[in-house]
T-cell receptor
Framework: EAGVTQFPSHSVIEKGQTVTLRCDPI?????LYWYRRVMGKEIKFLLH????????ESGMPNNRFLAERTGGTYSTLKVQPAELEDSGVYFC???????????????FGSGTRLTVV | GQQLNQSPQSMFIQEGEDVSMNCTSS?????WLWYKQDPGEGPVLLIA?????ELTSNGRLTAQFGITRKDSFLNISASIPSDVGIYFC?????????????????FGRGTQLTVWP
């Protein structure tokens, strides 16, 4: 079974440019999450999709960030225009909806390291 | 928002030694999780805890869900070089949706573990 795939693995862009990150969750996983870790800090929640719907987007920093999940499969996270403080590692994670109330934790992708210069 | 204090921030130990790290929260969680992140990879789930007071083992790893629901610890016994990495605690305040648990995770800042041979 393929894991959570993120693309690109690294991206270096100039301040003011636009970057789009992509996440392909594990097939059949309805939950898709975006997280970000700024160097030395905690991994912070950005938003949560259930299928194609945004369940919780309370962690999105500002309106320069736009996440989409058309068709409930892969998701994109666009940053436009990028600022220096957007640098960090962006993680995507996915999980199934279980009937037994158990959370088996998320499966994370390897992340996209974004550097804004 | 809910904040997790994870300590220590870093540890330098010799192979064979035992390791202990912990997390405390300002709020109650219903689930505690421990993840490990290797360089260039995403966090991987090590142990999940679902009940206050629960003590769970996974090989050389042991974790406990504090009685107050505001803390958890992770112990690694007889460390080996491949234990090197960043260990994160994470808590979840579960949301019930159609019989499943959903929702964001709150992470600690991580414990960087270095093991000397």
């Amino acid at each position: 079974e393929a894991g959570v795939t993120q693309f690109p693995s690294h991206s270096v862009i100039e301040k003011g440019q636009t970057v789009t990150l992509r996440c392909d969750p594990i097939s059949g996983h309805d939950n898709l999450y975006w997280y970000r870790r700024v160097m030395g800090k905690e991994i912070k929640f950005l938003l949560h999709f259930v299928k194609e719907s945004k369940q919780d987007e309370s962690g999105m920093p500002n309106n320069r960030f736009l996440a989409e999940r058309t068709g409930g499969t892969y998701s994109t996270l666009k940053v436009q225009p990028a600022e220096l403080e957007d640098s960090g590692v962006y993680f995507c994670a996915s999980s199934q909806l279980f009937r037994d109330l158990s959370l088996y934790g998320y499966t994370f992708g390897s992340g996209t390291r974004l550097t804004v210069v | 928002g809910q904040q997790l204090n994870q300590s220590p921030q870093s540890m330098f130990i010799q192979e064979g030694e035992d390791v202990s790290m912990n997390c405390t929260s300002s709020s109650i969680f219903n689930t505690w999780l421990w993840y490990k992140q290797d360089p260039g990879e995403g966090p991987v789930l090590l142990i999940a805890l679902y009940k206050a007071g629960e003590l769970t083992s996974n090989g050389r790893l042991t974790a406990q869900f504090g009685i107050t629901r505001k803390d958890s610890f992770l112990n690694i016994s007889a460390s080996i070089p491949s234990d090197v990495g960043i260990y994160f605690c994470a808590g979840q305040s579960s949301l019930r949706h159609r019989g499943s648990t959903l929702g964001r995770l709150y992470f600690g800042r991580g414990t960087q573990l270095t093991v000397w041979p």
